[in-house]
C-alpha cells in the first residue's frame, strides 16, 4: 500500500529527526539554505499570481509547490525541525540530545535566513529594474505586507502580540502536518497531495510562518515598506518563530507521538495491526504473502 498507516509512520519520523539532528554542520547549512531559498521563491510566486489575478486563493493554491519541491529534495525548514527533532529525543535515540536539537535548530535557522534574504534581494532587483525604478505592482503589495504584519500587531499591543502568537501556532500546525504528509504517502503523488492541503490552509488564511516572512519583511524594507528592522524582529519574526515552535510540538509531534510513538502504544498498536492486516476482507494472496 502507498499509505503509511500511523503506528509505522511515527517511528518514520523518528528516524528522519534523528537523521537530521546528526547530520553534519556544511549539509545543514546548505540543505536549509536551499529550503529557505525555495520556499521564498514560492512565496514570491504567490504574491505575483494574487496581485496580477486579484484572487487571493489563487495564490495559495500555487503556494504549495516551492513546499512540495523542497522535501522531495531533502531540503530542510526550522518549522519541521520543530517537530522532527523533538521526537527524536523524546524516544532516547542514540547520540540525540538536547544541545544537538538545539544546535541544529540554530543552524537551520540560519540556513533558512540566508536563503530566503537571498531570494529577497534577487526579487526586489526584479520587481525594480536593479534598483533603477520604483517598485512594480508586486514590489508594492509586499512591502504593504510588511507593513500589516508588524506595525499593524503592534497598534493592538498586548492583544496584537497574542494574535501573532497564535496565527504562528496555527500556522507550524498545518505545516507541520505537511512535512509528515511527506512521510504518509511512498508515491510521489500522495506525498504532493498530503503537503498540498495543510500548506495551502495556512497561506490564504495568512497565518504566520517564519521562513515565509525572512522573504517578506526583508524585501518590504527593501522596496521601501513603512517599518523598521526592530518592527520586524519584535512584531513578528521572534514571537512567530515562538508560536511556530508551540503550535508543530503541542498539536502535531506530541499528540501522535503519545498515541503511537512510546513504546507501549506500539506494542499496544502491534496487534490491531496484525489484525487488520488479516481481516476477512482481505485477499487470500495478499496474507498470505505478507504471512
Not at 41 to 61: D, P, Y
Not at 228 to 242: G, K, S
Request: glycine content about 12%; aromatic content about 10%; hydrophobic content about 50%.
Amino acid at each position: 500500500m502507498s499509505y503509511v498507516k500511523p503506528a509505522d509512520l511515527v517511528p518514520t519520523i523518528i528516524d528522519a529527526g534523528a537523521s537530521k539532528v546528526l547530520l553534519s554542520a556544511r549539509d545543514t547549512l546548505v540543505r536549509s539554505t536551499m529550503g529557505g531559498a525555495i520556499l521564498a521563491i514560492a512565496a514570491a510566486f504567490a504574491v505575483t499570481v494574487t496581485v496580477t489575478t486579484g484572487h487571493a486563493i489563487l495564490g495559495a493554491v500555487l503556494f504549495p509547490v516551492g513546499f512540495i519541491l523542497l522535501y522531495l529534495l531533502g531540503y530542510d525548514l526550522l518549522t519541521g525541525m520543530f517537530v522532527l527533532g523533538p521526537l527524536a529525543w523524546f524516544d532516547k535515540r542514540p547520540g540525540i540530545t538536547v544541545r544537538g536539537v538545539l544546535r541544529n535548530w540554530g543552524l537551520v535557522f540560519v540556513g533558512n535566513f540566508l536563503g530566503a534574504f537571498a531570494v529577497a534581494v534577487m526579487m526586489a532587483i526584479v520587481v525594480t529594474y536593479g534598483f533603477d525604478t520604483p517598485p512594480n505592482e508586486v514590489g508594492q503589495a509586499i512591502g504593504h505586507i510588511g507593513e500589516g504584519r508588524t506595525v499593524g500587531y503592534a497598534e493592538h499591543g498586548a492583544a496584537g502580540m497574542l494574535t501573532l502568537f497564535v496565527r504562528g501556532m496555527l500556522c507550524n500546525w498545518m505545516v507541520s502536518m505537511g512535512v509528515i504528509g511527506a512521510m504518509v504517502a511512498k508515491d510521489v503523488p500522495g506525498k504532493a497531495i498530503a503537503m498540498w492541503m495543510p500548506v495551502m490552509l495556512f497561506f490564504f488564511m495568512a497565518f504566520e510562518h517564519s521562513i515565509v516572512n525572512m522573504f517578506l519583511f526583508p524585501s518590504g524594507l527593501l522596496l521601501g515598506g513603512d517599518f523598521t528592522i526592530m518592527d520586524y524582529l519584535i512584531w513578528n519574526e521572534i514571537p512567530t518563530v515562538l508560536g511556530n515552535l508551540v503550535g508543530g510540538l503541542l498539536l502535531t509531534g506530541l499528540p501522535l507521538y503519545l498515541t503511537h510513538g512510546r513504546p507501549s502504544a506500539r506494542r499496544t498498536s502491534a496487534p490491531e495491526h496484525q489484525e487488520s492486516d488479516a481481516s476477512p476482507t482481505a485477499e487470500p494472496a495478499l496474507v498470505g504473502e505478507r504471512a
